[in-house]
């Protein structure tokens, strides 16, 4: 600690402001908690109801006089969360912290100032809920991180069928009754391409039928209610029964078991492999567990989010934007003579469908929200100010006010849809994604079994490419009516204009 004898300047008479290791003052948290019970339940209305995320935080930022390291209450606070109490990170610089595994711990932070019951995961804990300083962590880890890379070569061919079959149904329902909704179709679809992908065998809309998809999104329901809103009308009532109590898990026992039943079949050869590989340290069932929460929470509800911002972001970008793409991805197919099938490889020589990827998930993280708790008393520094956090103390950020910050991005609140292409030079283009954070770690870096990065992070951006691909493909332009909604924004086609027939267009490659 130090002394007021340290702190007090001989030459001038004054106290010595405290600085941060990079000469910045150090000041004390701004704002607070209020009062107990009230205040937190005020918050979550405002932060659902009354204000909504962004203006929740830009309206507490603009009060402490645009600090963006505050005090405040986070969701869902009373009755499901014991503490509502966070220090909150709301730019780049400060955010940061979090992505960093030796000042913070992940352990059971995954949704935030709740746990949800672990009867949802087969009574284990899944590797998202884990910390990095946990043994099993590095095991299962590592397991994922192999099945991803063995994998990869699935990706496009399983992302190819299951976007033919989610389009020839927009196309269906464009001819029949008009706009079609594309959310739900692609709950649909990715499921059976998430499987199919990941584990190979039947997809699960043909060894379930029809209801595999509802089985999936309820027992995403049962996990995150507390997050959701805007589901249920009038909203006292949405309030009282999501954000207020836990939904019982005994009501998802049964169709948790069909999902389980289905997963015990298509991941036999997983297990079989894993088992092999780490030698009993994680017992068979535990793994098949991990395995489920691996491909419908992590990836299905990923792109369940993910691809309908995208979209939407590709309609905003109008004619203009989709005549640049169409004529890259055209163009791009031919050169590589890859007929019909566009492989990975094709699309990584694509800067611009690269570009407007990275930047979809620069403004629209499909994981808003970053917690953990500080694992020591430390100094975390904003880009004006420094502040300290004390051991103990839950740690919240909200990725997108770090990502869109204008500190680091120009027109940072703006989709810019070639921000990434390389230009100025390859380091720029590289000093750039390293404030695209989406994936619980820089873009320029790579998940290990050490860290909290996400293990699937190479296959999404890759989904988000093949996407684009496929769309400017198969269509010259698109229009859509976006309805911006608190997770994922409902997107509903208008039209379909099919490409024009020429090289590298579906229809030139039928043809």
């Known amino acids: 600690m130090t002394s007021k004898r340290e702190n007090f300047d001989e030459d001038t008479g004054d106290e010595k402001q405290n600085l941060s290791p990079s000469g910045l003052p150090i000041h004390k948290i701004p704002g607070g908690y209020g009062v107990p019970f009230f205040s937190p339940v005020r918050d979550r209305l405002d932060y659902y109801y009354f204000q909504g995320a962004e203006e929740f935080f830009r309206s507490r930022i603009k009060c402490h006089g645009g600090a963006t390291v505050l005090r405040l209450n986070m969701p869902p606070g009373p009755f499901l969360s014991g503490d509502s109490h966070v220090v909150a990170f709301l730019d780049t610089r400060s955010f940061r912290v979090l992505l960093d595994d030796a000042s913070v711990d992940k352990a059971d932070t995954l949704d935030g100032t709740y746990m949800p019951s672990l009867t949802l995961f087969g009574g284990h804990r899944p590797l998202a809920f884990l910390d990095v300083a946990n043994p099993r962590h590095a095991t299962l880890k ?24 989610m389009f020839n149904a927009v196309e269906a329902g464009l001819a029949a009754s008009g706009p079609v909704e594309f959310n739900k ?17 039947t997809p699960p809309s043909k060894a379930m039928g029809a209801t595999a998809a509802t089985k999936a999104l309820k027992w995403l329901t049962f996990q995150i209610h507390p997050l959701m809103s805007k589901v ?4 006292p009532l949405e ?7 836990r939904l019982p898990p005994f009501l998802m026992r049964h169709d948790y078991a069909k999902l389980t039943a289905y997963f015990t079949d298509i991941t036999a050869a997983t ?5 092999k590989v780490q030698q009993g340290t994680i017992p068979r069932n535990e793994l098949l567990h991990n395995l489920i929460f691996l491909a419908i929470f992590n990836a299905y509800a990923g792109f369940k989010i ?41 699309v990584e020589k694509m800067p611009l469908v690269k570009s407007v990827v990275w930047e979809a998930l620069r403004m629209n993280p499909p994981v808003e929200f970053q917690y953990g708790r500080a694992r020591r008393d430390m100094v975390v520094e904003s880009h004006d100010a420094a502040y300290e956090v004390r051991k103990g103390e839950m740690l919240f950020g909200y990725q997108p006010l770090a990502t869109r910050d204008e500190r680091v991005f120009q027109h940072g609140r703006e989709f810019v849809p070639d921000r990434f292409m390389v230009a100025a030079g390859e380091d720029n283009d590289k000093q750039l994604l390293e404030h695209v954070l989406w994936s619980n770690g820089p873009e ?34 698109l229009t859509a009516v976006v309805q911006e909604m608190p997770v994922e924004p409902v997107v509903t086609f208008t039209s379909l204009t099919q490409a024009t027939a020429g090289h590298g267009s579906v229809n030139s490659s039928s043809s």
């Open 142 to 165: 590592r397991i994922v991180i192999q099945l991803v890379a063995t994998r990869m070569h699935h990706v496009a061919p399983a992302f190819s069928a299951a976007f033919t079959a």
């Open 444 to 477: 320029t870096r790579e998940p290990t079994e050490g860290n909290k990065q996400c293990p699937g992070k190479d296959m999404v951006v890759a989904v988000g490419r093949l996407m684009v691909v496929e769309l400017f493909r198969r269509y010259d332009t």
């Open 271 to 275: 297990l079989d492999d894993a088992e």
């Open 232 to 235: 249920i009308k009038p909203w």
């Open 239 to 245: 309030d009282l029964l999501l954000h207020t109590f």
């Open 306 to 346: 993910f691809l309908p911002h995208l979209v939407k972001w590709l309609t905003r970008g109008g004619a203009e934007l989709h005549a640049r793409l169409a004529e890259e991805v055209r163009a791009t197919v031919v050169e590589s003579c890859t007929g019909e099938a566009v492989t990975l490889a094709t």
């Open 185 to 201: 179709l692609n709950a649909v679809h990715m499921l059976d391409f998430i499987c199919t992908a990941l584990f190979g065998g």
